[in-house]
């Protein structure tokens, strides 16, 4: 770090040297942009996990229904996982409808 030596006369303290410790006690705010970015990405992910799961629930239907039982579960959680990030993007003020026509429960 280069510090300027001030002129005698001007009555302007120089500031102290700092290392690379003084800047660890700054505050950085997130990326808002970017938070609402992963967000909208997590939550269209689980919109296609649900809709596949569900998509599998026809296809075990030949299996029995302990297959079918299995399908209908996953297909549950991966509904309420995309219903939690709806949720959160509604929290956000980024409603998920707009993202893919989506409504969530």
């Known amino acids: 770090m280069v510090h300027k030596v001030m002129e005698p ?3 302007v303290a120089t500031p102290a040297p700092c290392d690379a410790s ?3 006690d700054i505050e950085v705010p997130v990326n808002q942009s970017v938070a609402h970015a992963e967000l909208i990405a997590s939550f269209k992910r689980a919109e296609a996990d649900a809709a596949h799961k569900f998509g599998l629930i026809k296809a075990v239907a030949k ?13 549950a ?5 995309r ?5 959160k993007l509604d929290a956000l003020g980024v409603g998920p409808q707009g ?4 409504q969530p429960k």
């Open 9 to 11: 006369s001007l009555s």
């Open 22 to 24: 003084c800047f660890l």
């Open 77 to 81: 959680k991966a509904a309420k996982r």
């Open 63 to 75: 299996k029995g229904p302990k297959a079918i039982q299995v399908a209908v579960e996953t297909a």
């Open 99 to 102: 993202l893919s026509g989506a």
């Open 83 to 87: 219903d939690s990030y709806a949720k």
